[in-house]
């Protein structure tokens, strides 16, 4: 007889996993935060230059 996937798998729930660290935290939003600017500088660059080659390409 097989056990269901649930029962095999030993994932430790809410509960049991280990709290984070504040220094984990400040990393993971440090990190969060920079990689969220990236990305609004990139599409923000993206934004400009489709604007200026749109432009110099319909002449």
Wanted: aromatic share 14%.
């Amino acid at each position: 007889m097989t056990t269901p996937a649930s029962q095999s798998v030993n994932a430790p729930t809410p509960s049991q996993a280990a709290p984070l660290s504040k220094a984990i935290v400040r990393r993971i939003v440090f990190s969060s935060s920079v990689g969220n600017a990236l990305e609004w500088f990139d599409f923000l660059v993206y934004g400009y230059f489709a604007a200026i080659i749109a432009k110099e390409f319909s002449r």
